[in-house]
């Protein structure tokens, strides 16, 4: 199922550049497409927002906000069990992003200067939230609850209406949990237009975060500028690596739990041993006819996926750093030895008791990850995400006068005179 290859410099590379070229595809007619929603959302606001949710979804919405109670009634409606394990879950991801908390600061000079810097939360923030059978309620609490800890204002969430007239219970009760402000029924590229241009019903936001399909994706690359975003996502991605004493059943396991996202997404295992290779292989085929994905799965690890056997641990870790993945298992004897040597990774995770489901949901650091190699240059989304940084200044007459010098031969080696008068205006005696 999964493609056997021996590292020899040549075959993992022509991996790479397969999975650069999945994850660097454009689709022109879906950018012309999610163009014209976007600009007809900012001419007709909520008339266009309305027009479209009908079309793609075939229901009538009025855009009515859905506030905290309300809310809190809908999550009273989720499954206990489930309700307690988003809660347990909630305070985990609380707990973890805490920790992630800058405060302003502020410095004072021997000659009298004031240097420092302030550190706010954004005033709103708009989360998308998928509908229909891609409702994640998990990526509700990863989303919203590090904004609420950065202390942004006021957030808003967005859904696509329930063509039942039934609300998914699990999403609405996350939101409830996370601190949601609003909730708004409306999907697709013109809930993100309505969130970073404004309408007379949704307010617009300073920023949008969450997964949508590649209509929402589009839509949100097109925005940047306009509003910030989180990241353009691309199909989610695995690397194992691991040695002799990693277990097969598991790593089958562990590849299949991200190959079933998607027919693109990427599972790849990274071992030293070539028997361990065959052995999961052999496991995949075992255990992919009980789940309910079976077909994604396998055209998954057919086409993007591959079991690449390593000479020795410093290529396999060598690989690693370049391949940069979203989700990268540690399944060696010694996992805590890996730390300080995998630099390019979204989350890493050590060892056989720690499979990537417990970060999609449970342990407690951010499932929203950077993919397609670009976790050699991004972070995870972080109480950083949600927040703005500003300096302040303060120079006495003084401490600018030491500096007068500095500053205009600096101003003319730019060709700036303006920028050197504004000093030297200050210590002409034209002007006292």
């Known amino acids: 199922m999964i493609p056997i290859v021996r590292a020899d410099g040549r075959q993992e590379l022509k991996l790479l550049r397969q999975l650069e070229e999945r994850s660097g595809e454009v689709d022109r007619k879906v950018t012309a497409a999610v163009g014209e929603i976007l600009e007809k959302v900012k001419t007709e606001g909520d008339a266009a927002v309305k027009e479209y949710t009908f079309r793609f979804d075939g229901v009538e919405t009025t855009l009515e906000p859905v506030g905290r109670e309300r809310l809190a009634e809908l999550a009273a409606t989720c499954e206990p069990k489930v309700y307690d394990a988003l809660e347990r879950a909630a305070e985990r991801i609380r707990d973890f992003h805490r920790r992630q908390v800058q405060q302003s600061w502020m410095t004072t000079g021997e000659d009298g200067t004031l240097l420092g ?61 996370a601190g949601v402000d609003t909730v708004y029924l409306c999907g697709g590229a013109q809930a993100v237009a309505a969130l970073a241009y404004g309408t007379a019903s949704i307010p617009k936001v300073d920023k949008i ?183 302040f200044i303060y120079f006495n007459e003084p401490a600018l006068r030491q500096a007068r010098e500095d500053i205009t031969a600096i101003a003319r080696t730019e060709g700036l005179d303006a920028h050197a008068h504004s000093i030297e205006v200050r210590f002409s005696d034209t002007n006292r």
């Open 209 to 391: 975060v969450g997964p949508g399909n590649i209509y929402v994706a589009t839509a949100k690359r097109l925005l940047y500028g306009t509003v910030d975003i989180d990241m353009v996502a691309g199909p989610s991605e695995i690397l194992v690596l691991a040695d002799e004493t990693a277990d097969p059943a598991y790593l089958a396991a562990d590849l299949m739990s991200q190959a079933e996202h998607d027919v693109l997404a990427s599972a790849i295992l990274l071992t030293t041993s070539e028997e361990i290779a065959r052995e999961t292989d052999r496991e995949l085929e075992k255990q992919i006819g009980g789940l309910s994905r079976g077909e994604i799965i396998r055209r998954s690890l057919t086409d993007y996926g591959a079991a690449i056997v390593c000479r020795d641990r410093e290529e396999a870790v060598a690989f690693a750093n370049r391949l940069a993945p979203e989700h990268l298992e540690v399944m060696c004897q010694s996992p805590m030895e890996y730390i300080g040597r995998l630099d390019n990774a979204g989350s890493v995770f050590l060892g056989k008791y720690s499979p990537e489901p417990l970060g999609d949901y449970y342990a407690g650091p951010n499932h929203v990850l950077p993919t397609s190699g670009t976790a050699r240059f991004f972070s995870p989304l972080s109480v950083d995400s949600f927040v703005k940084k500003s300096s």
């Open 117 to 177: 810097q302030r550190i706010r939360g954004l005033a709103r923030v708009g989360i998308y939230v998928p509908g229909g059978t891609a409702a994640y309620p998990s990526s509700v609490l990863m989303n919203a609850i590090p904004a609420r800890i950065a202390g942004v204002k006021e957030i808003v969430m967005v859904t696509p209406p329930p063509k039942n007239g039934s609300f998914n219970a699990d999403v609405m009760a996350a939101a409830y949990l």
